[in-house]
């Protein structure tokens, strides 16, 4: 740590930029914003790209400095003309979202691509999305397709989920449910909610393999307690058809009431249960829907 210092205070770049993550994380020193910010600038007026992109990032956010669009975009340009990848991921997104810059889709590709190439996983999956939905470029189904497989290859969850998607409904690949499931299965795994649900509909629906609604329910509970509003609705609506549950009843009404309060509109199916249940009933589900909410959806059964 001393070496480092002294290192640093005689000006060496990779000292600073080192001292200066060191400050951001809060790794051997007390976390300072600040003195992060005060060290990747020196680093990164000595041209290190490494610390132009987190001094870029600094100004994004607004850590150690007032946030300042115009100042990340300035270090990321630096950063990303030398060839970094984050660099030009982060002005794909700047020029993507149009934050402190007039929205670009047409910039936002030209980085994207830069980026892309040097086998940025998020960039690519990022670029996919440009080519699918024809953002800065003509819509392109088939370089969708390559650019999310090229990105779940190197097991990106977004990705795989968006690259099942594809297979799924026959865009840019030939409809293959089969491929849709493994790599759903894959994006699943690692926690993707949009993933977990399309699993859940493709065991409820029989795509794929055989109509499994015991497996249904599984994939759509894995995906609700991730605030995954249409599998919270799946819920509701399975919770309803299994009658042999004591207080099936309210186990729906708790779901369509969370995904309520998500923000989806389910008031007509619990204007339909409400003449079903008592006003116990309805004040008992609702207050365990608050209470799976409040508890980050692990007290939700």
């Known amino acids: 740590m001393k070496r480092l210092q002294y290192k640093a205070i005689q000006g060496n770049t990779l000292a600073l930029f080192r001292l200066g993550n060191m400050y951001k994380e809060g790794i051997g020193v007390e976390q300072n914003d ?8 020196k680093a990164a007026e000595q041209g290190d790209p490494n610390a132009q992109v987190n001094l870029g990032l600094m100004y994004d956010h607004g850590r150690g400095v007032d946030q300042n669009y115009k100042q990340a975009i300035y270090w990321y340009q630096k950063s990303a003309e030398q060839g970094n990848d984050a660099a030009q991921r982060n002005l794909g997104l700047i020029y993507n979202y149009g934050r ?3 929205q670009d889709y047409q910039k936002a590709l030209y980085w994207n691509i830069k980026s892309a190439n040097q086998g940025n996983a998020n960039t690519q999956v990022s670029l996919g999305v440009m080519y699918e939905y024809g953002r800065g470029t003509a819509q392109d189904y088939k370089q969708a397709t390559y650019w999310y497989q090229k990105s779940a290859d190197q097991n990106n969850a977004t990705a795989q989920s968006n690259l099942g998607n594809m297979y799924k409904r026959g865009k ?9 499931l493994i790599w759903y299965k894959k994006a699943a ?10 699993l859940g509909e493709m065991h409820e629906q029989g795509e794929g393999v055989e109509v499994d609604e015991k497996q249904a329910l599984i994939w759509y509970h894995k995906s609700a307690v991730q605030g995954n509003t249409d599998a919270q609705i799946k819920m509701g609506i399975f919770s ?13 009404y708790m779901w369509f009431y969370i995904a309520k309060l998500n923000g989806t509109d389910t008031q007509k199916a619990l204007g339909i249960m409400e003449t079903q249940m008592t006003q116990e009933q309805i004040i008992k589900a609702e207050s365990d829907g608050k209470a799976c909410l409040a508890s980050n959806y692990v007290k939700c059964d």
């Not at 600040?34 to 600038?41: E, F, H, I, N, P």
């Not at 549950?245 to 309210?250: C, G, R, S, T």
Request: hydrophobic residues 30%.
């Open 240 to 252: 309803l058809k299994d009658t042999s549950v004591p207080k099936y009843l309210e186990t729906s």
């Open 172 to 180: 840019g690949a030939e409809q293959d449910f089969q491929q849709a």
């Open 189 to 198: 795994q690692q926690g993707n909610a949009a993933s977990q649900y399309n």
């Open 34 to 41: 600040s003195q992060a910010v005060s060290l990747y600038t």
């Open 100 to 102: 402190g810059v007039a």
